[in-house]
C-alpha cells in the first residue's frame, strides 16, 4: 500500500464535520487522501453516503523538514 503525507485543515472545521456526519455514519467514519492534496471524511448507510472533501492540501516531503525545534543540536557524526 502506498502511504500518503498530507497536511491536515484545521482541526476546528474537521471536528464540525466529524460531529455533523457521526449520527450517519453508525460504527465508522472514513478518511481517504491522496497525492493530489484531496482528503474526504465520508459516512456510509445501506441509503446513502455523505462525503466531505478539502482540496489543495500540502503533501509535504518526509525527511524534509525539520523543524529547529525538533533538530539535534549536534550533527550525528559530532564527538561532542
Known amino acids: 500500500s502506498t502511504q500518503v503525507h498530507i497536511?491536515?485543515?484545521p482541526l476546528?472545521?474537521?471536528r464540525s464535520v466529524v460531529e455533523r456526519l457521526?449520527?450517519?455514519a453508525g460504527d465508522m467514519?472514513?478518511?481517504?487522501?491522496?497525492q493530489a492534496g484531496t482528503?474526504?471524511?465520508y459516512a456510509?448507510?445501506?441509503?446513502?453516503t455523505a462525503t466531505v472533501s478539502w482540496h489543495g492540501l500540502s503533501n509535504?516531503?518526509?525527511g524534509a523538514y525539520i523543524p529547529s525545534s525538533l533538530a539535534p543540536s549536534h550533527p550525528p557524526s559530532c564527538p561532542c
Open 7 to 9: 497536511l491536515l485543515p
Open 12 to 14: 476546528a472545521k474537521m
Open 22 to 24: 457521526r449520527p450517519l
Open 29 to 34: 467514519i472514513g478518511i481517504r487522501a491522496n
Open 39 to 41: 482528503l474526504q471524511l
Open 44 to 48: 456510509e448507510t445501506d441509503a446513502a
Open 60 to 62: 509535504p516531503r518526509m
